[in-house]
C-alpha cells in the first residue's frame, strides 16, 4: 500500500468530489445465475462460498479500479487484492478471514480452507489490509435475500458483497448479490462491468 496523487490517477474528480461527502458510497443489487456454481460444488464436493469468492476475485483482479482505495483524506493504491470471508468461530460468533487472491484456483481453495479453518479456531482475525486491497464478503445464509443495504462507518471504505442463500426455480438456481462501493474508488459503469464479469467468471467455472 502507497499513497499516491490523486490527481495522477483515473479517479481525480471522482476523490475532489467524494472525499467529504457524509455518505459516499453506493450499493448495486443483481440476481446471478449460479446454477453452474452449485452443480459444480455438489460435483467436486467444494464449498459454495468459496467458489463465489474466487469468481469475485477473478471478476476484481482485472478491472484497475479495484487497485485504488480512499482511506481517511488519502488515496492509497495497492499491487494486489484478497477477499475477506467472515467465519463463524468455534464460540458461535464471527470472526474476518482476509486470504490474498492472485487467480490461481487451487492455490485459493487451499488457502480458504487452511485460513478459515485456523480463523475458526482461534477466533483471531486475519487481516492483509496493510498489503493488499481487501475486497469484504458476507454470507447470510439463513434466508434468502431481496435487498442488502450498506452501511458507511466512514472507517471501512472497502467494497463489500453480501449474499443470502441461492433459490431455486425450475432447474435453475439464482442468487442476489449486493455489492457496495466507495464513488471515490469507482463509478456505477465499473461497478455493473464488475457485476457483469461475476457472472461471467461463475458459468466458466468448471
Not at 487452511?114 to 445464509?141: F, N, P, W
Request: charge should be neutral; glycine fraction near 6%; aromatic fraction near 14%.
Amino acid at each position: 500500500m502507497k499513497e499516491v496523487n490523486p490527481k495522477e490517477t483515473s479517479r481525480a474528480q471522482q476523490f475532489e468530489i467524494w472525499k467529504n461527502a457524509p455518505n459516499p458510497m453506493l450499493t448495486f443489487v443483481r440476481k446471478m445465475d449460479v446454477t453452474n456454481l452449485v452443480r459444480t460444488s455438489k460435483k467436486r464436493h467444494l464449498k459454495f462460498n468459496m467458489l463465489l469468492d474466487y469468481c469475485i476475485g477473478k471478476a476484481a483482479i482485472g478491472q484497475k479500479e479495484f487497485y485504488l482505495l480512499p482511506v481517511g483524506k488519502k488515496l492509497m493504491q495497492f499491487d494486489n487484492i484478497a477477499i475477506n470471508t467472515m467465519v463463524k468461530n468455534h464460540l458461535g460468533e464471527v470472526s474476518s478471514c482476509d486470504i490474498a487472491f492472485n487467480g490461481d484456483f487451487d492455490c485459493y481453495s487451499h488457502d480458504y480452507l487452511k485460513y478459515t479453518s485456523e480463523v475458526a479456531q482461534s477466533c483471531v482475525d486475519r487481516d492483509l489490509s496493510e498489503e493488499y486491497m481487501v475486497i469484504g464478503t458476507s454470507a447470510v445464509i439463513d434466508t434468502e435475500l431481496e435487498f442488502a443495504g450498506g452501511m458507511y462507518s466512514g472507517i471501512y471504505n472497502n467494497p463489500f458483497i453480501i449474499w443470502g442463500r441461492y433459490s431455486r426455480h425450475f432447474f435453475r438456481y439464482y442468487l442476489n448479490i449486493s455489492f457496495q462501493f466507495h464513488h471515490s474508488q469507482m463509478d456505477g459503469a465499473h461497478a455493473a462491468q464488475f457485476l457483469k464479469n461475476i457472472q461471467k467468471e461463475i458459468d466458466k467455472i468448471r
